[in-house]
């Protein structure tokens, strides 16, 4: 039988192995977007030349695949894991961060104080977990705001993202104004150029939105609160893996993140290796918090905790 030192060394060593960046799979997945972008396109036009509504449907869906799959990597782009190279990091991730219109700096910071702070007040994503909406008419509001572009537009016009710390970042706004030109004067030489609005801008501030919002809160929102170990505060929240499969394509995690409690105890490890973490060992957040499930048992409970008849 292994003695702990032996198991713990051979923990580190696993962990050390797994967060080593795959340069290949950061060129895939950078190709996979370029490729779903094009795809939306290529939809949009032949929805444009056939008038089937479905066609549309779908080149939204992709751009809706495509701007979560760019938000994952500049997630991994904040914790330093698309390349080796900090420089071809940054300027990766400020590419995602551009064609998505977020800061990568801004992004950073307070993706930081979410996963330092997970649980109070201090976490900048603390009112996207708190509580989940109870009863019919708080989940009608939560869906409007969320889903109808209302708090994207909001967030936009008053600088008050909760996508950012507070205050707008103006770190790459040329870059980000470039970025989006580019989609818009690809639609042009296709010769739609309202394709940019309804296939990119649209579905960011709408479906994506609203996606990244809901994820977050399914995959924090929990019903009783516990005490922090160390400074006995009262925090909230849990941190769930999700089983991946159809439910990561579709609700916003193509590249591992439906894996997201793995990732609060293990940020070194890139989105493509969070399922191969198999031991228990070295959680960093409080084991009990972090739990295994699916999309669909914790949607089902959620719903049920909401609509529960109160005693
Ligand atoms: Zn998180
Ligand atoms: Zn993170």
Not at 181 to 190: A, D, K, R, T, V
Not at 269 to 276: A, F, G, R, T
């Amino acid at each position: 039988m292994q003695s702990e030192s032996v198991i713990l060394q051979d923990d580190t060593r696993v962990v050390r192995e797994l967060s080593e960046i795959s340069h290949l799979r950061t060129i895939i997945k950078l190709l996979s977007i370029v490729i779903a972008i094009g795809l939306v396109y290529v939809f949009a036009r032949i929805g444009n030349d056939t008038h089937i509504i479905y066609v549309f449907i779908l080149a939204f869906l992709i751009a809706t695949w495509a701007q979560h799959a760019i938000g994952e990597e500049l997630h991994d782009g904040s914790h330093y894991r698309l390349a080796s190279s900090r420089r071809v990091n940054e300027y990766l991730a400020s590419l995602y961060g551009s064609l998505s219109g977020i800061s990568l700096m801004n992004y950073r910071a307070r993706h930081k104080l979410h996963h330092r702070y997970f649980g109070t007040a201090l976490d900048p994503d603390f009112p996207q977990y708190k509580t989940c909406p109870m009863g019919l008419k708080a989940w009608a509001t939560y869906l409007f705001v969320n889903f109808s572009g209302y708090g994207a537009i909001k967030s936009l016009v008053t600088f008050q993202s909760n996508l950012s710390t507070g205050k707008p970042s103006w770190q790459h706004p040329g870059f980000t104004v470039v970025m989006q030109l580019f989609l818009l004067i690809l639609g042009i030489l296709l010769n739609v150029p309202i394709f940019y609005f309804l296939f990119w801008f649209v579905p960011l501030l709408t479906l994506t939105y609203g996606v990244s919002h809901f994820r977050t809160m399914l995959e924090h929102w929990n019903a009783e609160t516990w005490q922090d170990p160390t400074t006995g505060e009262i925090c909230y929240g849990a941190f769930y893996d999700f089983d991946s499969g159809i439910q990561s394509q579709l609700f916003g995690a193509p590249f591992g993140y439906n894996h997201h409690g793995t990732h609060h105890s293990l940020p070194s490890i890139p989105n493509y290796n969070l399922d191969k973490i198999a031991h228990e060992d070295y959680r960093e957040v409080p084991q009990n918090l972090i739990r295994k499930t699916t999309f669909f048992t914790r949607l089902s409970e959620m719903v049920s905790f909401s609509f529960k008849p109160s005693v």
